[in-house]
């Protein structure tokens, strides 16, 4: 039987495809909250991983994202936001406290040194208007594997 937990997490959004950019919102609230969870159930994993699969369908349908050039798609995660802070003028500790992480973690990332989380992946898509895709292109992937 699932937990109430999961239950109050469908109330919130049925894992159901995303149609419009309030959706989005909402769905990436809850991923955002549950990816800050130091403890999750597996119930909660399962939803997560279901919502970062609907959340990646759906931004690969923005504008936005069908725009980037074939060059910027071709980018590996670590040379798009080098390149985004470059252009854009931020620095690694900057960006930190603008999403909330360690420097350590941006730094480590960037020189390949470890991975991005899904919340952090999130964080990121959020502050540069870009999809999650960009950061974690193994998310989609795994879901189509």
């Known amino acids: 039987m699932k937990s109430t937990k999961y239950w109050d997490l469908i109330k919130r959004f049925r894992l159901r495809p995303i149609r419009t950019r309030k959706e989005l919102d ?7 909250e549950l990816g800050m969870k130091s403890k999750r ?3 909660e994993d399962d939803y997560l991983d279901v919502l ?3 959340i990646t ?17 071709n980018l590996s ?23 909330g992480c ?28 870009a999809s999650i895709d960009l950061f974690i292109p193994r998310l989609n992937e795994r879901m189509a594997g």
């Open 77 to 99: 995660p670590q040379q798009l936001l080098r390149s985004i802070l470059n252009e854009n003028g931020i620095s690694q500790a900057q960006l930190a406290r603008e999403i």
């Open 102 to 129: 360690q420097e350590a973690n941006i730094s480590a990332f960037l020189n390949g040194r470890r991975e991005l989380s899904k919340i952090t992946a999130v964080k990121l898509a959020k502050r540069f208007g």
């Open 52 to 54: 970062s699969g609907l």
């Open 26 to 32: 909402t769905a990436l609230e809850i991923m955002s």
């Open 57 to 73: 369908q759906y931004e690969a349908t923005l504008p936005e994202v069908q725009a980037l050039p074939v060059s910027a798609q």
């Open 41 to 43: 159930t597996r119930e």
